[in-house]
């Protein structure tokens, strides 16, 4: 896309030389009748049509053989339809006689010098004389005052420079002698990339700062001269990314945007800025703007997640229409977003800017590639910047190695995750592909891992947040009384904050099977270093309708942004009416009547300290509470159940005898005591007074005594003994070091 | 014949050599006016080396191999000539490398090469401030407390956790220390204990008093006492636009750039009266106060200076412009110190209203933030590996 808006670049300039050079022969008449052939040939160009705008561009230079304008205006269609390599040697060849012809007619324009530059800079061996022309032409540019072809011939002397500091870049140097960077070892073994990082190479220090230099010279004097100029905008803005300027990266933009308003790249430019500097909601919004400018082909291309997708899931992905598509994109996002509490998706913004890292470093309009259609750029999409960049000059002594032989070889490490990627390129061009069978490598590594946030997860360390959640019958038909239950970690979360106090933000959001929000709960406390777990324990309750959920519960500390998360499914059932039903078992620090000595008839009755985690300490008591539902009552509206209460052993860690005792909460069952080695059994009857409703509440103390720390399942289950039918639940506790 | 054409090779290097290692007419030059370089090209020298190197190179050649070996140029001047063509070549090319580097480094300056001492930072540092032989460095590791004796040493950490420190400053005398952060201000007690939040919000701004802590809260500048213990918005004003640093000057009136003006404010009672105010046509990043002069750095625009003599009127003075981004300033009598990013720090003259520019430190490497205090000014290298500098602020090159 580069090469495609430099032509339409380009254009507007030729086309006012074609004018100015059209006004000032105006009165031959062989001109004018080129000038018009001229102008229909390139509206068959602009059409697509580049045979007929040829022929019509012959014709001119055959009406008006002295006219400069003809032979360039073929020499360079001719030059634009031609790619870098051997292929098109004639027509190069074709092309530089016409635009020889148009110099020798018009000596010393610019414009002719730098598309012969160009010219030069695609035919392999004559690359070097490129930067020659190109000076020529800036020579000529300064001296006519050409600002257009000044700006353009300055990107183009800039971006000789920026290769060449590519090549050198991040240069390292091998101490060993007689070794040479193994790229099928290094497959094999990440410790061959690690010592080749750690022991036996070394940085070169300043490698390529002079064209670094250079380059930024050119870019600047570039923009100087013409504030719109794109390549120049990209080319600046990209070394001043990779010299972790992002102060001036954002200055620059700002300063340009006034020139270039609705440029889409620029603004991508601007939030990755923003972004390194952690100013995650400017990035946000900078980001937003830029994907609204982008046209909609070049923006699904662009953001589309087949690159960060499994190769199976990438194929569905890319057969989903545009709705689906979009569908498919928010949940996506939603799920990778690792904070709701903060303003900005950091997932997304991430993506993004490694999508405006990928274009502004490894685009190449030479090879009309967009950088993160690139090999490096897919690795930097999935996977961040990586931590570790090292270059090796070109292999000159084993010739053997045909990998290396007169290429740059570049290493990534990634020292959290192993993964490593070699790439090889031709020194001074701005491309590298994968290295032997790096591809394959690479896609193994996508298969496993297709995207990671390392670098994100550095900057937003997020603990876990333990969540109970137990559903009970609502009070109106088709509702479902849902309660979350979270153990926040607060002293965690406060750890190692040298602050007295600390703002903690919570939140609960819970979105249905489209990603609707259906609730979103959001407030802050103060928390004391003193007291870190006076807010620890958070409850939500709320009336869902049945189906399925997703749940985030979230907490951030203000002072050192350290979060945490409980996210999960969650499916909320149905209690029909009149339906011999059961809660969930809700599990318990304390459970306590809130008026002592009285028999509690719902919830609300009972003061309730719900244990979020699930989790208890021996000799702890483990409070239950539950709810039954359409019981059946005989002509007395008097029910009869029998209740099997059994703790399972599941996983356990250390061998004792299992003993639990109940000590309170159930006054039928108050003493009662049972044993076993895997398993304890508690079954009593009951007899319940409906009075007017089918809902009965029950509650009990476990005291765990001396049972031994392990994973617990606790099944409840009820008999209605008037019509037989029994109901069962579970919930799996553990016993664990205090 | 032959050795004569060696040994004429030989002398012509050697004396070419001499000539360009015999010292230059021009000595030390005091700081203060425009330094004017006088380096030897290094594409003549290294020509030179190149040459005589060939010459060697050529002359062992002859020795080992014969004056006369079979071939177009087998004899030994043709040897010598092609030796020391193709050395003093390489030399050149290698040279004017170096001359080109150089002139882009030192394209707004003449080296200067203070003495510096150096010391390693942790994590990533932002922002520096400095009471008596304490330097205090805030970034993402927290506040570093280093001592600057006869070299930098760090003798403590506060406000561990603290994420986004951005601004910071440490009372008189002792005083508590005051961080600013895009969570909130805390202050700290003087030597040890944890910080007490006294206000949320993002604070970017930061300068203390004996009595009080001023600071710039999103778009207010608030006051609040030392003592402060509690979470609250605290009498200030509010100036319309985001504030990006302020500063007390010896009159006891604040000083605070926006991103569009500069603001003179009074302190009254607990509070802050406007004085006056000039608006600006940038975005300014630092501000750095020296009796009635005020310098702003402004990135891409360079500097500006102002006339505060008059509080009600601030007035421009002049501008500077030579470096590409102007990331941070400190003024020192005459001295104006520039952090320049990757360009290093650059030296100006500012004891006329045209500031001049006397030479450029590039070695201090990504000079990011810096600060005088107590005649030596402290540099923040941002570079691969986080360091802070000292020189003397009244260096002599």
């Not at chain 1, 020889?100 to 392999?124: I, Q, S, V």
Request: hydrophobic share 40%.
């Amino acid at each position: 896309m580069h090469q495609c808006r430099r032509s339409h670049h380009l254009l507007p300039a030729a086309l006012s030389l074609l004018l100015w050079s059209a006004t000032s022969s105006a009165q031959t008449p062989s001109v004018r009748s080129a000038d018009s052939i001229i102008a229909r040939a390139l509206d068959r160009a602009r059409a697509g049509d580049t045979s007929t705008a040829l022929r019509e561009l012959s014709l001119a230079t055959r009406v008006a053989p002295r006219y400069a304008v003809a032979h360039f205006q073929r020499g360079i269609l001719l030059e634009r339809s031609t790619s870098l390599g051997m292929s098109d040697i004639l027509r190069r060849r074709e092309a530089s006689n016409e635009i020889k012809e148009a110099l020798e007619l018009d000596a010393g324009n610019p414009l002719y010098l730098m598309e012969l530059g160009r010219l030069r800079a695609k035919t392999p061996f004559l690359r070097l004389d490129a930067e020659r022309l190109f000076n020529r032409a800036l020579d000529a540019a300064i001296k006519r005052n050409d600002a257009r072809v000044l700006a353009e011939v300055r990107w183009e002397l800039g971006q000789i420079h920026d290769r060449r500091y590519g090549t050198m870049a991040n240069r390292r140097m091998v101490t060993n002698p007689g070794i040479s960077f193994d790229v099928t070892e290094a497959i094999s073994d990440w410790h061959y990339t690690a010592d080749f990082f750690g022991q036996w190479s070394q940085p070169v220090p300043n490698a390529g700062e002079l064209d670094f230099d250079k380059a930024e010279e050119l870019y600047r004097a570039a923009l100087d001269a013409d504030s719109t100029h794109l390549g120049a905008t990209v080319g600046l803005l990209g070394l001043l990314l990779e010299a972790r300027r992002y102060e001036e990266m954002i200055s620059v933009a700002q300063a340009l945007r006034h020139a270039q308003p609705a440029e889409p790249r620029l603004l991508l430019a601007l939030g990755l800025a923003y972004h390194r500097l952690d100013r995650e909601a400017d990035a946000g919004f900078a980001f937003d703007t830029a994907i609204g400018l982008l046209p909609s082909a070049e923006r699904r291309e662009m953001l589309g997640l087949e690159r960060v997708l499994r190769r199976e899931a990438a194929a569905e992905y890319g057969a989903l229409g545009d709705t689906g598509r979009s569908t498919f994109e928010a949940l996506y996002w939603d799920v990778a977003d690792p904070l709701r509490l903060t303003p900005v998706n950091e997932a997304h913004v991430e993506f993004l800017a490694r999508v405006a890292h990928a274009d502004l470093r490894f685009s190449s309009p030479e090879f009309h590639m967009h950088g993160w259609q690139t090999d490096r750029g897919t690795i930097l999409i999935r996977y961040g910047q990586p931590p570790m960049v090292g270059t090796l000059s070109p292999e000159t002594q084993e010739i053997h190695n045909s990998e290396a032989i007169a290429r740059i070889t570049t290493v990534w490490w990634y020292p959290e995750s192993k993964l490593r990627f070699i790439f090889v390129g031709p020194p001074a061009f701005d491309v590298q592909n994968f290295a032997g069978d790096f591809r394959a490598y690479a896609e193994n590594a996508r298969h496993l891992t297709p995207i990671r946030f390392d670098n994100l997860r550095a900057g937003l360390p997020i603990d876990s947040v333990p969540v109970q959640v137990a559903r009970f019958r609502g009070d109106r038909p088709g509702l479902t009384d849902v309660s979350l239950f979270a153990d926040l970690p607060a002293a965690r979360l406060l750890r190692g904050s040298d602050v007295q106090q600390a703002t903690l933000e919570t939140g609960l959001f819970i979105s249905d099977v489209a990603r609707h929000t259906v609730v979103e709960a959001r407030d802050s406390a103060i928390v004391r270093l003193e007291k870190p777990d006076a807010v620890s324990s958070r409850s939500w309750h709320r009336a869902l309708r049945p189906g399925e959920y997703l749940y985030r519960v979230e907490a951030r500390q203000g002072v050192s942004g350290r979060s945490a998360r409980g996210l999960s499914a969650m499916q909320v059932i149905d209690f029909p009416p009149g339906r011999l039903e059961l809660s969930d078992v809700l599990v318990a620090r304390r459970i306590a009547p809130l008026v002592p000595g009285t028999t509690p008839r719902r919830r609300s009755d009972l003061l309730i300290n719900p244990n979020g985690s699930l989790a208890f300490a021996r000799s702890d008591t483990m409070f239950l509470y539950w709810e039954t539902y359409g019981l059946t009552g005989d002509s007395n509206r008097v029910a009869r159940v029998h209740i099997d209460l059994s703790l399972r052993v599941d996983k356990i860690q250390r061998q004792d005898a299992l003993v639990v005792r109940i000590i309170g909460g159930l006054l039928d069952a108050t003493g009662l005591s049972a044993k076993g080695d895997e398993r304890v059994t508690l079954s009593y009857d009951k007899v319940v007074s409906l009075d007017g409703t089918d809902r009965t509440v029950d509650y009990l103390a476990l005291n765990l005594g001396e049972a031994p720390e392990g994973v617990y399942t606790l099944q409840l289950s009820v008999k209605d003994l008037v019509t037989q039918r029994t109901v069962t639940q579970q919930r799996v506790v553990q016993v664990r070091q205090p | 014949m032959t050795r004569r054409a060696v040994k004429r090779a030989l002398l012509a290097a050697a004396i070419g050599a001499t000539v360009l290692t015999i010292p230059g007419s021009a000595g030390a030059q005091s700081i203060g006016v425009p330094r004017v370089e006088h380096r030897r090209p290094r594409s003549v020298l290294y020509a030179l080396f190149g040459a005589i190197t060939g010459a060697g190179a050529g002359a062992s050649y002859i020795f080992t191999q014969g004056q006369s070996e079979p071939g177009t140029c087998g004899s030994a001047s043709c040897v010598v000539t092609v030796t020391v063509g193709v050395g003093g070549l390489i030399g050149y090319i290698i040279g004017r490398e170096y001359d080109q580097l150089h002139a882009l480094q030192y394209r707004g300056g003449a080296p200067l090469h203070p003495p510096m001492v150096t010391t390693q930072l942790a994590g990533e540092p932002v922002v520096l401030a400095a009471r008596d032989s304490t330097v205090l460095v805030g970034g993402s590791a927290g506040v570093q407390l280093i001592r600057s004796g006869v070299g930098l040493s760090a003798v403590g950490q506060r406000a561990g956790g603290v994420r986004g420190i951005v601004a910071l400053d440490m009372a008189p005398s002792g005083g508590p220390l005051a961080v600013g952060s895009v969570s909130g201000l805390y202050l700290y007690p003087p030597t040890k204990g944890p910080g007490t939040l006294v206000r949320e919000g993002n604070v970017g701004a930061v300068a203390m008093s004996s009595t009080a802590v001023y600071f710039g809260a999103g778009t207010r500048i608030e006051v609040a006492p030392l003592r402060a213990d509690t979470t609250r918005v605290w009498p200030g004003v509010e100036l319309g636009s985001p504030v990006r640093d302020l500063e007390l000057d010896s009159r006891g009136l604040l000083w605070v750039v926006t991103d569009s003006q500069l603001v003179s404010l009074r302190i009254t009672g607990d509070s802050l009266t406007r004085a006056g105010s000039a608006m600006l046509d940038f975005t300014a990043r630092r501000l750095a106060i020296d009796g009635t002069r005020a310098v702003i750095a402004a990135g891409e625009r360079g500097l500006r200076l102002f006339d505060i003599s008059d509080p009600a009127a601030p007035r421009r003075t002049g501008t500077w412009t030579t470096a590409h981004f102007a990331y941070d300033v400190s003024l020192v009598g005459s001295r104006l110190y520039v952090a320049a990013g990757p360009e290093g720090v650059y030296l100006l003259d500012v004891s006329t209203s045209v500031p001049t520019t006397i030479g450029l430190v590039h070695e201090l490497g990504f000079a990011a933030t810096l600060l005088s205090h107590g005649g030596s000014t402290y540099v923040i290298d941002r570079g691969r590996t986080n360091m802070l500098h000292r020189i003397p602020s009244e260096f002599q090159d």
